[in-house]
């Protein structure tokens, strides 16, 4: 064997050995009830989103052919961004390929130290995504990470580096996709104007759910104008991609210095045309986002009642807080076994010895889906 790939193979042995390794799921799940999606509003299934894209596709083509800065542009992806802007009150909108692409491409470019003069200070919460980190990495930034949610933490670190002259920035997400908890917006806005940092959101998992007419967690906040909102397509909305929504400066910049906007294929038409239809149902989702949050919250309350741990879950995305990744495949294969998906969530995704069952709800579910993964969980 090449020696290249007897060292991937020990780093597959060695993965195995800890029960950290990944494997892809069957490829057919129809039948089974599934709580391992990101489906949050039963979007994706929805026919007025096949349509739109098919209507789409046969306007703009099935791929856009090539990226936004030479032949993708098309006046879908301008009417999208031009709705994203509008709707999140920001004067200007970008959208990308996918989320992971969005914070790794926006991230790295804002925090560019050949066109900010120096090493910006980069405070994040230390639960952020992965792609947050990567978008770090790649512009060779350190992070000064505070304790997830600690915004004393992050306070008093913004105080100890006060005299510093280097630009600012905050990087948090507003629903937390492995915990289901929520930062305070509002707050760290406040933090932000004190120190004059610039705040970075990514609303991945708020994006749909919350809201008053379902745009994220910001939507009920004053956000300063330098305030960039990342969300993605690829949850509530049922599609994929990602967006920005940002100052007009900072998309023009983004356009000039974002590689994963400027050597990357524009979103396909297809998926734009879907992504907006469902951008659009959002403001009539109001009954299914209350029902949706008063479900998670009785699961909550249910699996406190099983012995079960939910964490700090305040939102539709529930963990089952187990402790070691052993444990957690065990009860993930259990629930498998009686029919119910759940995602095995273990290190470097969460923390060491918290290794958790994720439970994403769904509009899509039942009550009798509840009553079954209950009975299910209770039964292990
Ligand atoms: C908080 C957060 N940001 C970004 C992403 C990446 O989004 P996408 O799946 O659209 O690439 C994810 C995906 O899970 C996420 O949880």
Redesign the pocket.
Known sequence: MNELLQHYAAALDSLAGQGLLRRLPATDQRGLLDFSG?DYMGLAKRPELVDAALAAGRAFGAGSTGSRLLSGNTPLHEAFEARIAADKGTQAALIFA??????AACIAALLDKTVLGTQPLVFADKL?????HLGCTLAGAKQLRYRHLDLAHLQALLEQHAEEPRPRIILT?S????DGDQADIAALQHLARLHSALLYV????ATGVFGPRGYGLCEAVELDEGTVV?G????ALGV???YVACARTVRDYLVNKAGGFIFSTAPSPLVVGAGLKAWELLPGLDADRKALLARAERLRQSLRGLGLDPGASTTHIVPVLLGTPQQTLAAKDALAAKGILVSAVRPPTVPQGTSRLRLGLSAAHTDCDMDRLLAALGSR
Do not use: I
């Open positions: 990101n996918s989320g992971y692409q969005t914070n952020n995504h992965a792609s947050m997400e629903v937390f996709g492995m990514d609303e991945a998992h990342m993605t397509m690829s949850k994929s991609g990602g």
